[in-house]
């Protein structure tokens, strides 16, 4: 069984429908990648995939259980997490609040102290920093910010839209090692990337999705050979 099982998601803004029946699964333990051009669904996708919209038609089980209409938090309290595209941290509170502020759907389970812990070691530049404020973070940092506040939930299925946006390459590099960690400590991750070597690269399997549905799907190998993916994604290389 899979972790995620979408079946003919649709989604519209208003009167105009920008998911046109997407069929999706994820496996426990893998790492997806969602890639394709702007304006392709990539962040609506998400979005609805963790609760921050719901979708019109179509259906979402998680671990089997139905979900398609379920909120964000419930969600969250499911073991599923969602770091949206733009980071959208609070930036006038410190690091630390704004990781506590992940624990919030979860407060009554989960060991904040661990899990920030669990946190630092994986961005120890965030423990430096613990105490400023979230605004006057670099941009990679107020991403491993993003990150580790979806962490702080202990999720078990992290959903990250565009981690690697607007990023220098080093933190590119880092974050993407990192996501690499997570899965290799058990976890789910569902990647949406504009970026789309890069996450090629990382992910065990990806879907290719273009004006609302799937174009192309299968291992991220075979999508890096594809001639549709490297003519229009890659580059020719
Ligand atoms: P990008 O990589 O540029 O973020 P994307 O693949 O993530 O693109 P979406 O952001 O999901 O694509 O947008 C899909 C379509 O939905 C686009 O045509 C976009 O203009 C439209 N759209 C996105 N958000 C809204 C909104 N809040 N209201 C109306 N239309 C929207």
Redesign the pocket.
Known sequence: MSIIEVSGLRFS??P?E?LHGIDLRVDEGEIVAVI??????????LNVLGGAHRSRSGTIALRGEDVTRASQDSLVRRGLSLVP?GRQMFSSMTVDDNLLLGTYARRREVDADGLREMVFELFPRLRERRDQLAGTLSGGEQQMVAIGRALMSDPSILLLD?PSLGLAPQFVSLIMRTIRRLRDNGRTVVL?E?NAKAALRLADRAYL?EL?TVHVTGPARELAQDPRVVAAYLGGG
């Open positions: 803004y208003g105009v920008v394709g051009p702007n304006g392709a669904g990539k962040t609506t996708l595209e565009e949406v504009q999705l609302g």
